[in-house]
């Protein structure tokens, strides 16, 4: 649907807010420039960079180069026809988009298919990215929480999105997810649960109905009711367990405790209960990946 400005488009979008957890705390701490004759402080302040815009930057090239790997993902292509197989190379997303502020990113992707045919394969993308993105940054000590959702909206300027699409994300990782997880709205889950059930009538909505499919298999409700994504599940298990190294499992475990340990001496009970959830969760799926642990 276009509007006045025709450089601009009103459109679905899949939307992803993202934030850096514990990064409030440390930019208080750099309050100014470091005295260029004082070693100490000029290392200092490198240490605040590195755990604050360089963590933010290590977020954003996780999920852009998970994204990539996820997309290129294919699927069981042995029934169809050679001249469907033909078909289905050529199918593709839209790209996606960052805007970064702060210590939060939103990641958005159009849905449109006037150009692009497999529109749910970059959702599949997105919740991949999603979920190497969570554990990756969680064994480097940074905890990211988010939501995910799809809606109308707007690209209005490079890398400047507006709509009710990131007003639902948003809403989801700042009142819902509470602790380190990725919330998935109920849109999104509406809209894959459409795509799988409609009836394959040729190449194209075969292979939607097979990715959408392969989309809720990475999510799953947690005990409130509400669907997240799955990063330890059965399904990230199947497609990266081959290809993670498990230290990177066993340290993003360690600092769930050593957070947990923190806020419980600090009697910080909001926290200590939302790494309680998170150390729930770890210790229900790790029995999934003992055998990395075996090797």
């Not at 969570?134 to 929480?145: D, F, N, V, Y």
Request: charged residues 25%; aromatic residues 10%.
């Amino acid at each position: 649907m276009d509007i006045a400005d025709s450089t601009r488009t009103l459109s679905y979008y899949a939307v992803a807010f993202i934030d850096l957890l514990g990064q409030q705390e440390l930019l208080r701490n750099l309050r100014s420039l470091p005295n260029l004759e004082d070693s100490k402080e000029i290392e200092l302040t490198k240490e605040h960079l590195k755990n604050t815009y360089g963590a933010v930057r290590g977020m954003r090239k996780y999920f852009m180069d998970s994204f990539a790997a996820y997309t290129k993902k294919s699927i069981d292509l042995s029934k169809l026809t050679p001249q469907q197989r033909k078909e289905f190379n050529t199918l593709t997303n839209n790209p996606i988009k960052f805007q970064t502020f702060s210590d939060s990113i939103i990641i958005f992707m159009s849905l449109q298919t006037d150009t692009v045919k497999l529109p749910v394969r970059g959702i599949f993308g997105i919740l991949g990215a999603a979920a190497i993105t969570s554990i990756c940054c969680l064994a480097l000590g940074h905890p990211i929480r988010g939501g995910i959702d799809i809606g109308l909206g707007m690209d209005i300027a490079k890398n400047d999105f507006y709509g009710p699409a990131l007003s639902r994300a948003y809403s989801l990782e700042s009142k819902i997810a509470n602790y380190p997880r990725i919330i998935v709205g109920d849109e999104l889950i509406t809209y894959l649960k459409i795509t799988r059930d409609q009836e394959p009538i040729d190449v194209v909505a075969m292979a939607a109905k097979k990715v959408a499919e392969m989309c809720l298999e990475c999510i799953c409700l947690d005990e409130d009711g509400h669907p997240f994504v799955d990063f330890l599940g059965e399904h990230y298990r199947r497609t990266y367990g081959n290809v993670v190294d498990a230290s990177v499992i066993q340290k993003a475990y360690n600092n769930v405790l050593n957070f947990l340990e923190k806020y419980q001496k600090e009697k910080n009970s909001k926290l200590a209960s939302r790494y309680t959830l998170l150390k729930n969760y770890f210790e229900d799926r790790l029995p999934l990946w003992e055998d990395l642990f075996k090797t």
